[in-house]
């Protein structure tokens, strides 16, 4: 199968739901694409500037950022100055024939404009309103700026990613701006299946410190439950083992074991039935706490394989087991493919696909990220 094509005849899950985003930069763009990808009609209101990502560049096409066309697909862009009483007014009008509302302005803001949820919900108590922020509106961190990498540091999300015995790292995605986009459109979908046994909607709230803090496990169950301090410990996990990338002759491959059946395949792969009836290797638990002692032998095992045979032979074996891809090559993965997970639209465009399938109602993509100069108007 073929990169996924534009299909704006299909109607999506979400047709006939009118999105209002009000957001910049990731987590709420991310969340109204995915909105948009499944059928919802979104409006996308940005400064007369444009949304900062428009210059989070190179690479550009046609003067906008790349970073800007992976977030704003599906979605038609109107330029207001909203600090102007006209903006606030044409703003007001379009909330008026919104279902859902998606902003990630600081706390305070949209009040300031006298377009706060308690007014607005109050002219329409239909409408679901999600806000994406940092830090929540209260508590002692609460109206505070956040940002991704600061999030993943003060979350505990940096401290255990890294090498064993280095520094903290930053995870190299945005994995919690991402992680609090997918937990908006959660709690969008969750306000919108109870608003059809109220009738009213609700103020939905994303935020990134929570979500950060939503993505340690295992690492914060580990500590509830012993109180030892987790470690980074690079690409290998902190309770089971292997799982871990490890060299071949050809390149790394990751051996994602995760019970005793699937290490005995993975030893008579290679040729080393030996180990498994070593105390040391026999069970779950004894392998990870005798880890450096089986990655010395699984490192010299591994030293003349070739990682995508290997990986293959794993895999039909019932034992999870990849070669280590760069981007360009898990994007041409005739897999990539098949799952339509690379999506081309007219003018060039290329992108990510909707990972979420749907039997009846797939995703549908209808427009491009719009250049500037190419606002909707009603």
């Given amino acids: 199968m073929q990169h996924a094509q534009a299909n704006a005849t299909k109607p999506g899950a979400l047709a006939g739901v009118r999105v ?20 919802a009609e979104v409006i996308k209101i ?5 949304d900062d ?22 979605k038609r862009i109107r330029h207001l100055d909203l600090a102007s ?49 940092g830090f929540g509106t209260d508590g002692p961190l609460g109206s505070l700026p956040g940002y991704d990498a600061a999030v993943q540091a003060m979350s505990g999300v940096m401290s ?20 609090t986009g997918l937990n908006a459109v959660i709690g969008i979908l969750l306000a919108i299946h109870e608003k059809q046994r109220s009738g009213k909607g609700q103020f939905v709230e994303a935020a990134l410190y929570d979500s950060g803090l939503s993505l340690l496990h295992p690492h914060a169950a580990n500590w509830f439950l012993d109180g030892v301090q987790p470690r980074p410990t690079g690409n290998a996990h902190p309770n089971i083992y292997p799982y871990d990338a490890l060299d071949t002759a050809t ?21 080393r039935p030996e180990l ?4 040391r290797f026999s069970r779950a638990g004894a392998r990870s706490i005798n880890r450096e002692a089986l990655r010395g032998e699984l490192t010299r095992s591994l030293a003349d394989q070739n990682a995508e045979d290997l990986a293959a032979r794993l895999m039909a074996l019932g034992v999870p087991a990849a070669a280590v891809l760069s981007v360009d090559q898990a994007l041409a993965h005739p897999h990539t493919l098949h799952r339509q ?14 990972p979420v399938k749907l039997s009846r109602t797939p995703a549908t993509y209808r427009y491009t990220p719009l250049t500037p100069g190419h606002d909707f108007d009603e």
């Avoid at 995760?258 to 030893?267: A, M, P, Y």
């Fill in 20 to 39: 209002l985003d009000l957001s910049r930069i990731l987590g709420g763009p991310y969340c109204a694409q995915i909105l948009g990808d499944h059928g």
């Fill in 46 to 50: 940005e400064p007369p500037a444009g």
């Fill in 53 to 74: 990502t428009r210059t989070w560049g190179p690479p550009f096409k046609d003067g906008v950022a790349s970073y800007y066309y992976g977030l704003n697909r599906n």
């Fill in 85 to 133: 009483s006209e903006g606030q007014q044409t703003v007001r009008e379009l909330i008026g024939q919104a279902d859902v509302l998606v902003e990630n302005f600081k706390p305070g803001t949209m009040e300031r404009w006298g377009l706060g949820y308690d007014a607005i919900s109050a002219e329409h108590p239909g409408l679901v309103w999600c806000r994406v922020s």
């Fill in 160 to 179: 255990v990613n890294g090498d064993a015995g280095g520094p903290p790292l930053r995870v190299g995605l945005p994995v919690v701006d991402m992680v």
């Fill in 251 to 271: 390149g790394p491959i990751f051996l994602a074991v995760g019970n005793d059946r699937q290490f005995g395949l993975l030893c008579q792969c290679l040729n």
């Fill in 276 to 279: 498994v009836d070593d105390p």
């Fill in 341 to 354: 997970m690379v999506v081309e639209m007219q003018g060039g465009y290329r992108g990510l696909g909707a």
